[in-house]
Nanobody, 126 residues
Framework: QVQLVESGGGLVQAGGSLRLSCGAS??????????MGWFRQAPGKEREFVAA????????YYEDSVKGRFTVSRDNAKNTVFLQMNSLKPEDTAVYYC?????????????????WGQGTQVTVSS
């Protein structure tokens, strides 16, 4: 089991930055190879993939609309994954969720994660 808690969301003006954090408990990153992902869901829309990182942090993958603006990283010693979001746009407004896999060395870019956080609201004003 993995429990996830997101933080760092808030209200920011267009062009601004936010850094989301996702703290994990249960299966620790130092002991298990766990892939992590970030997703978002805007009102009236389906949950969509944003970014993913493999267990080691060596491989990352981004949805096209966030490439060059968002950076996913992880600190396995602290069981934490980050999403640095720069040059934010109003269309980035959504609830952002982090997700964790079961033990795997793959990077996962689909919604097929085993564990999910409760989400943190990101609102970008124009």
């Amino acid at each position: 089991q993995v429990q996830l808690v997101e933080s760092g969301g808030g209200l920011v003006q267009a062009g601004g930055s936010l850094r989301l954090s996702c703290g994990a408990s249960g299966r620790t990153f130092s002991r298990y190879a766990i892939a992590m992902g970030w997703f978002r869901q805007a009102p009236g829309k389906e949950r969509e993939f944003v970014a993913a990182i493999d267990w080691s942090g060596a491989t990352t993958y981004y949805e096209d609309s966030v490439k060059g603006r968002f950076t996913v990283s992880r600190d396995n010693a602290k069981n934490t994954v980050f999403l640095q979001m720069n040059s934010l746009k109003p269309e980035d407004t959504a609830v952002y969720y982090c997700a964790a896999s079961g033990p795997t060395t793959r990077i996962i870019t689909t919604i097929d994660y085993s564990y999910w956080g409760q989400g943190t609201q990101v609102t970008v004003s124009s």
